[in-house]
């Protein structure tokens, strides 16, 4: 994964490129995530922002998360209702993978080009046309495997 320097910058760039604000509330956030190093949850995040913004409320994380999201920023976990800092931003055709460890709760990505082209190929076989995707998958890390 790239580095928080990095992805802040790229970031940055990338809002610039887009003609898009990136607040300092949004780049926030986006910080937050990205020194969780593993999923947070909204309400986790409200609890840090209010560190250094006591009067944060839930739509500020929300409206940040929207944002974030919008711009492939961050992927939202869905089965665990979470969220995670993509590794790569900018990527053309944003499709990840995300492995969830049902023990310690990590996620980590991980992008599988073979996987994404399969999965296109099937949804077209299906005149269906898959704009992006994230894929779960639940398991044990090997972390976890080896205590």
């Known amino acids: 994964m790239a ?3 990095q992805l802040l910058d790229n970031a940055r760039q990338l809002c610039e490129q887009r003609g898009v604000r990136l607040t300092p ?4 956030v986006l ?3 990205i020194d969780h190093h593993s ?16 009067q944060a409320k839930p739509p500020t994380v929300y409206r940040a998360l929207d944002f974030l999201l919008a711009q492939g920023f961050v ?13 790569l931003l900018g990527h053309a055709d944003h499709c990840s993978q995300l492995l969830i460890c049902d023990r310690c709760g990590t996620v980590e990505e991980c992008h ?7 999965l296109r ?3 077209e076989q299906k005149g ?6 994230v894929v779960e998958s639940h398991g044990v890390c090997q972390q976890c495997q080896s205590q």
Do not use: G, M, W
């Open 121 to 123: 190929q099937r949804a």
């Open 39 to 54: 999923s947070i949850s909204a309400y986790e995040l409200l609890d840090l922002l209010r560190e250094s913004e006591p």
């Open 112 to 118: 599988d080009e073979e996987l994404a082209r399969l």
């Open 31 to 33: 910080e937050l995530i």
């Open 75 to 87: 992927h939202k976990v869905q089965s665990t209702n979470s969220y995670i800092a993509c590794c």
């Open 25 to 28: 509330q949004r780049l926030k």
């Open 128 to 133: 269906f046309e898959i704009a992006h995707h």
């Open 3 to 5: 580095n928080k320097k």
